[in-house]
């Protein structure tokens, strides 16, 4: 932050020279952001209803409202406070708040009761000025509320330490004590003061409490024994009957039902909210801290259930004596619990009750009392009791809390009274009322205008006149000792004879008569007398507040106040030490003939010793508003407020206020506050503040008339002034506001930037150290287990050469061993026993092959090859060599055989072994054809002159020349041919002629089919398309059919070089010209002859029978 004051300096300084003229700037103050506030800052409406513009009763109204809306129940006029009772509690009473105004000037805050309470304290302790705080406002408005705010904020401030701590304590406990005994619920307020009080808190020189002084003004005590409708009597009935222990209230001979006591209003006996059994213990806690003793606190329920009970007591009338009504008390017993409660004698407040002694000069006179004045004297009795134990309440309260010290003492007053009371019946206690009332305002206008001259004079400021209405005269109307309304009043009070409230009225008619604030129907003045809205028993008199009307009638009671002095004496002879000290006039030896002084007057001499105190003292004024009549939070009733304002004056209040200037300020804060709005002063003034003022005024060009230059303040007449003033202020603000964001915003993203940057570089850094670290890491491990590898391959091939080396040695060894074995067995072997068996053994098998060789040369079978003579084996342990050599010897004969062969018989048997391999279990022909030796030339052709010519037609060598048949294609029928094979042909040639038939090249035969049975028939199948297949394929029957078929086989092979195709099947087919013919093989008919018969059936099947 403080780099970004620096920063924020420079920039200043750069961008405005008139910011950084001063090099004395102090940025470092800046930067402990101590900034001054001021009342002006975020001001819902106004905050000083001196400010208002245009000033009326509409806006005075609204200004409240709206702040009221926004939950700022105070407003000030100038020093005065408003306050606009909420009716909720808010959060603005916290210690923290008192932290806030603490110390504070009066409009730095937004108002508060508080910044009043702070100064207030301040100019007491600072100044030796005295204060006091003057709360006024109507009868819920908020007083007691606010006087006891007030002494808690200066609780809160001053000293502390155990001493002044409960001196403070006392002086708060005061409160409940008091408010026990003085408040009741009204239907305007459920905690409504039925007195005034008014309180001096003494402080010593450093300000710290000291204790107090309470004064109390006329208690509303007819409550005592009536109240209105919907309102109840004081709160300690309520408190005591709810609270009490059981055995408290026996000891006051009391009941816990409301019921029984006549005193007590049912209707609104419970109060929504209050819980009147903890205000008593509260209330009697108060008074232990307070200091009263406990038998005093005792005395003080009693004398409360004495007067509960006097309400008990009934009389009825009794017969007339001396012409005279008398009253009898109906049930005694209850006279008789009082007088035991109280300590008299029983029979002394009977005959009190009953008689009226009137005692002149040295004549006693004693009258009987009717019904109607036993039961005047029971209530006077009551009231006087209850009104005298509240004086000696505020009197034993003030004993306790008065400073100890005589040393010169500092004070502020508290008044918490009545404010101005205008009711539809108004009767003694409101003249009295708003007549303490036109008191307070007179001294408010006297102190208000006083103070403003004197500070014109100070300020050294022109003084102009100041019209306002001064209600001296009216002060005068009631007071004045001639011919003034109390005067009067007390006067016809003390006239001998009869005295009512009409002759009071006549009396005011004629002295008042003239009087401008006086108005009635009767009055000499006859300016009334048609004036209907003024019955005949009443005066109005025009308060500075507003017109009132009062009833006439009980103005002269109320004024007497009588207490008959039987009962005073009556009640002066209990044994009961507060109630004859209540009663002095009741002492005999005392006895004082002179009329007590009225209430009037007493008011009066009373209300005038408060306005002498109240004038030595500075005045601090607080005016509460109530907002609505139904104890509700956020209404805001305009024609009750607007009644309120103007009957508390407060619009003259402001207007007096700002009879010369509205507004007005020390130099210094006012520099302070506008010094931005000029390039002179901003931002820092050399000079004193007034010249600086003086200059920030001139070039702003405000018109010279509406400010004035006092010796310390400026002093503005118009509020619109300020106003302007404050308008430019904000503007400026905005652009200082922006300058500094933008600044602040520069300076925070370059902070932001570095700090990424520097973070950047040590990431870096770290990351880079991180991966060499790995990666050496990584080296290492590799490099180790590089090493270990190597450790172990060197290490294996040394193990290995070792363990070669070991071997090659245990090898050397073993092979010596053996070696040395092997040569010492060996020449040794001959000496062991061990060989003897196996040579024996050896040398038998010898001696027996030997044998078995020897006797097989004889025993040797013939060399044919077809004898299966052997011998029989001799050793079965010779059983394969026995075979072996019988394969031997058969082979090795075979071989004998065969070498006698000439090259013909071995043709010969190669041509039987061809036969073999074709026909051996294929053709059941084959068989016989073994013995059968082949001839091939069966017909001698080259002997036989007939086939001369076909011998010659034949250069070739005739392989077979046999007469076959010839099958006739078209009908089965056999003819015979002679069949010719030679090296490359075959021949048909006719059997008779020699003639050739036909003559087939061999490449042409392709095939060769036959049957597999006994038979002689084959056909030869031609190449399709040859020159020799134009009638088709050949089929032949031949006795030497395996000859003719193994013979054509080998000289088609050894001439085309390819394997003649030999069919052997029973069933085959034969190309005869175009028809494809099938020849089958059918079992034959013995009956036939044992020669086959063949047979056309039909164009496709030719049947060959065989037998
Ligand atoms: N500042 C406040 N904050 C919250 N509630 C308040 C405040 N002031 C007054 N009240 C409420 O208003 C009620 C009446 O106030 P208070 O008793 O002070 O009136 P009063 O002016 O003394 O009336 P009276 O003349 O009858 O004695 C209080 O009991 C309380 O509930
Ligand atoms: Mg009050």
């Known amino acids: 932050m403080m780099a970004f004051m620096m920063r924020l300096k420079d920039r200043v300084e750069n961008m405005d020279c008139s910011l950084a003229s001063d090099p004395a700037l102090d940025w470092r103050g800046m930067a402990k952001m101590e900034v001054k506030t001021s009342l002006l800052d975020n001001m819902i409406g106004v905050g000083d209803m001196v400010l208002l ?61 508080f910044a009043l309470s702070d100064e207030a304290y301040r100019s007491l302790r600072d100044q030796d000025k005295d204060q006091c705080i003057l709360i006024t406002g109507e009868s819920g408005a908020g007083k007691t509320e606010a006087s006891k705010l007030v002494m808690s904020y200066v609780a809160a401030v001053c000293g502390k330490g155990a001493e002044v701590n409960q001196v403070k304590e006392q002086l708060l406990q005061s409160n409940p004590v008091l408010e026990a005994f003085g ?65 408290l209230l026996h000891k006051l001979k009391l009941e816990r039902d409301f019921s029984r006591y006549n005193y007590l209003s049912l209707d609104s006996a419970k109060v929504n909210g209050v819980d009147d059994a903890a205000n008593f213990r509260t209330v009697r806690n108060a008074m232990q801290i307070v200091g009263f003793m406990d038998h005093e606190a005792q005395s003080v329920l009693e004398v409360i259930a004495a007067v509960l009970k006097l309400g008990n007591i009934e009389f009825k009338p009794e017969s007339r004596v001396n012409g005279l009504d008398e009253s009898k008390i109906k049930d005694k017993n209850e006279l008789k619990e009082i007088c035991e409660l109280t300590g008299i004698d029983q029979s002394v407040l009977e005959r009190a009750f009953s008689f009226r002694t009137v005692e002149a000069k040295q004549e006693k006179v004693s009258t009987t009392l009717n019904v109607a004045q036993a039961y005047y004297a029971r209530d006077a009795l009551a009231k006087n009791l209850y009104s005298r134990l509240f004086s000696w309440l505020v009197n034993r309260i003030n004993e306790s809390i008065k400073a100890q010290t005589k040393v010169r003492k500092k004070v502020m007053g508290v008044l918490d009274i009545y404010g101005f009371e205008i009711f539809e019946d108004n009767s003694f206690e409101q003249f009295i009322i708003n007549y303490c009332n036109e008191k307070l305002q007179q001294i408010f206008i006297e102190l208000t205008l006083k103070e403003e001259q004197e500070e014109y004079i100070r300020e050294d400021i022109e003084w102009t006149h100041i019209d306002y209405f001064n209600n001296a005269i009216i002060c005068d109307l009631i007071e004045n000792n001639t011919n003034g309304i109390l005067a009067m009043l007390d006067e016809e009070c003390l ?338 026993r061990a060989n003897a068996g196996k040579k024996i053994y050896e040398f038998t098998l010898q001696r027996i092959v030997q044998k078995y060789f020897l006797e097989m040369k004889n025993k040797m079978p013939s060399l044919s090859p077809i004898d299966k003579n052997w011998p029989a084996r001799p050793y079965l342990f010779l059983d394969s060599t026995h075979k072996e050599l019988k394969r ?29 391999e074709l026909f051996k279990d294929k053709k059941a022909l084959y068989p016989s054809s073994v013995g059968q030796p082949f001839q091939g030339a069966y017909l001698e052709i080259s002997k036989d002159p007939k086939y001369k010519k076909l011998k010659d037609a034949i250069e070739e060598k005739i392989i ?36 050739i038939k036909s003559e087939v090249p061999l490449g042409d035969v392709t095939k060769v089919s036959m049957s597999s049975q006994n038979d002689g028939f084959f056909a030869v199948h031609l190449k399709e398309g040859s020159g020799a297949a134009s009638k088709g394929d050949f089929l032949f029957s031949s006795d030497h059919l395996i000859e003719m078929a193994t013979k054509l086989y080998r000289t088609t092979l050894s001439q085309t070089k390819q394997k003649l195709n030999i069919e052997i099947s029973d069933e085959f087919l034969v190309q005869f010209r175009q028809d494809k013919v099938c020849v089958k093989f059918i079992q034959g008919n013995q009956k036939n002859g044992s020669v086959p018969t063949c047979k056309r059936k039909n164009n496709r099947l030719l049947e060959v029978a065989v037998p």
Not at 71 to 96: D, K, M
Not at 889 to 907: A, E, G, M, P, S
Not at 965 to 978: D, H, M, P
Request: a positive charge.
């Open 960 to 995: 077979i020349a046999e007469v076959v048949n010839k099958v006739n294609r078209a009908n089965g029928k056999c003819a015979s041919r002679i069949f010719l094979l030679t090296n490359n042909n075959l021949l048909l040639a006719d059997q008779k002629s020699g003639h």
């Open 495 to 832: 006239r001998p004879g009869t005295v009512t409230d009409d002759t009071f009225l006549e009396k005011l008619n004629q002295v008042c008569a003239t009087h401008q604030h006086f108005e009635s129907r009767m009055s000499k003045c006859s300016r009334f007398l048609n004036d209907t809205s003024l019955p005949h028993s009443c005066f109005r008199i025009q308060h500075y507040a507003g017109k009132v009307m009062y009833q006439v009638e009980g103005f002269v009671d109320k004024n007497n106040d009588l207490l008959y002095r039987d009962l005073s004496q009556a009640m002066w002879k209990a044994s009961h030490s507060l109630i004859k000290a209540l009663f002095p006039e009741g002492n005999p030896a005392k006895i004082n003939l002179k009329r007590p002084p009225t209430a009037g007057s007493q008011f009066k001499a009373s209300v005038a010793t408060l306005m002498k105190n109240l004038q030595t003292k500075n005045p601090n004024y607080i005016r509460c508003i109530k907002p609505n009549d139904k104890k509700a939070a956020h209404i805001f009733n305009d024609a009750l407020v607007c009644h309120q304002i103007r009957y508390l004056g407060l619009l003259e209040n402001v207007r007096v206020r700002r009879a010369g200037y509205a507004f007005r300020q020390a130099y210094e804060p006012c520099l302070e506050r506008y010094k931005m709005l000029s390039k002179q002063t901003w931002p820092h003034w050399k000079g004193p503040a007034r010249a600086g003022v003086e200059v920030l005024f001139n070039e702003l060009e405000f018109p010279v008339e509406e400010y004035s230059f006092g010796r310390s303040k400026i002093f503005i007449r118009n509020p619109r002034t300020l106003f302007k003033l404050e308008d430019l202020r904000k503007r400026r603000l905005e652009d200082l506001a922006t300058l500094i964001q933008k600044i602040f915003r520069g300076w925070k993203c370059r902070t932001h930037f570095l700090l990424m940057k520097k973070s950047q570089i040590v990431i870096a850094a770290w990351y880079r150290r991180y991966s060499q670290q790995k990666k050496y890491q990584q080296i290492k491990s590799s490099a180790i287990v590089i090493q270990s590898f190597i450790r172990g391959w060197k290490a294996r091939k040394i193990l290995r050469e070792l363990k070669h080396k070991k071997r090659c040695q245990e090898a050397v060894t073993t092979i010596a061993a053996f070696w040395h074995g092997t040569q010492v067995r060996r020449e040794y072997r001959k000496f062991f």
């Open 183 to 247: 408040n009741a619920k009204t239907v305007r307020n459920d905690n409504s003061s039925r007195f005034g009080k008014y309180m001096d808190i003494e402080f010593d020189f450093k300000g710290d409490p000291l204790g107090g002084v309470i004064s109390n003004y006329l208690l509303e005590k007819s409550r005592v024994v009536k109240q209105p409708r919907g309102e109840r009597n004081f709160h300690i009935f309520y408190q005591l009957l709810s609270g009490a222990s059981e055995d």
């Open 888 to 916: 031997i010897f058969h082979l090795w004969r075979c071989k004998k055989y065969r070498d006698q062969f000439t090259d013909q018989r071995k043709l010969i048997y190669e041509e039987k072994l061809e036969a073999s």
């Open 53 to 113: 513009e245009p000033l009326s009763e509409e806006t005075f109204i609204d200004n409240l409202k709206k702040r009221f809306d926004h939950s700022e129940i105070y407003t000030y006029i100038g020093s005065v406070v408003i306050s606009v009772n909420p009716y909720r509690s808010l959060p603005i009473y916290s210690p923290e708040k008192v932290e806030d105004y603490r110390n504070r000037n009066f409009y730095e805050l937004s108002p508060h009761i």
